[in-house]
T-cell receptor, first 112, second 117 residues
Framework: GQQLNQSPQSMFIQEGEDVSMNCTSS?????WLWYKQDPGEGPVLLIA?????ELTSNGRLTAQFGITRKDSFLNISASIPSDVGIYFC????????????FGAGTQVVVTP | GAVVSQHPSRVICKSGTSVKIECRSL??????MFWYRQFPKKSLMLMAT?????????EQGVEKDKFLINHASLTLSTLTVTSAHPEDSSFYIC?????????????FGPGTRLTVT
């Protein structure tokens, strides 16, 4: 299906650094979801956002639902080696219950 | 979060045969399940939406006679790849959601790697 614009495509960072990625869309979403996928595995839900302006944390992860409802960002603080993986944003519109539009993914590589 | 399982995790089949992949929601009743296909280093592509007790809704470009979906119960959906060909080789992932839970927290299975020789 239609993809969101997710950036950056990849990031190479040193352990301990912070990571930031974002997604934008021309459509308005009522929900933003952030997933992490390890090689050969299914995506794992990290954070779910339901309200414009909402800022939610999950451990070292922080995500925000943009005020315009057309964007979201995910931050990872103090990265560790197990943060390696591909991070996907996904959005849901009000007229398509359950159907998610996915970003292209951000590959994060953490070096010691 | 909810637990969704898939079986098998890997399958190799010969061209022309059919393969069935099962998706189960283990700890909640999923009124809706979704089937995705993922190519290497690519994002997830929605193939179809599977509603319990009714016909699946396929995305544009997905052949419904090629990819048969059955959602016979609230905890099980199956995807059958019929007359598989090498181009059907891919990573197939299901997800599950329910109108009785938060409709926005969609949980994914671990995926099934299909290789058609």
């Amino acid at each position: 299906g239609q993809q969101l614009n997710q950036s950056p495509q990849s990031m190479f960072i040193q352990e301990g650094e912070d990571v930031s990625m974002n997604c934008t869309s021309s459509s308005i979403f009522n929900t933003w979801l952030w997933y992490k996928q390890d090689p050969g595995e299914g995506p794992v839900l990290l954070i779910a956002l339901y309200k414009a302006g909402e800022l939610t944390s999950n451990g070292r992860l922080t995500a925000q639902f943009g005020i315009t409802r057309k964007d979201s960002f995910l931050n990872i603080s103090a990265s560790i080696p197990s943060d390696v993986g591909i991070y996907f944003c996904a959005g849901q519109t009000t007229d398509s219950w359950g159907k998610l539009q996915f970003g292209a993914g951000t590959q994060v590589v953490v070096t010691p | 979060g909810a637990v969704v399982s898939q079986h098998p995790s890997r399958v190799i089949c010969k061209s022309g045969t059919s393969v069935k992949i099962e998706c189960r929601s283990l700890d909640f009743q999923a009124t809706t399940m979704f089937w995705y296909r993922q190519f290497p280093k690519k994002s997830l592509m929605l193939m179809a939406t599977s509603n319990e007790g009714s016909k699946a809704t396929y995305e544009q470009g997905v052949e419904k006679d090629k990819f048969l979906i059955n959602h016979a119960s609230l905890t099980l959906s199956t995807l059958t790849v019929t007359s598989a060909h090498p181009e059907d080789s891919s990573f197939y992932i299901c997800s599950a959601g329910s109108r009785d839970r938060s409709s926005y927290e969609q949980y994914f299975g671990p995926g099934t790697r299909l290789t058609v020789t």
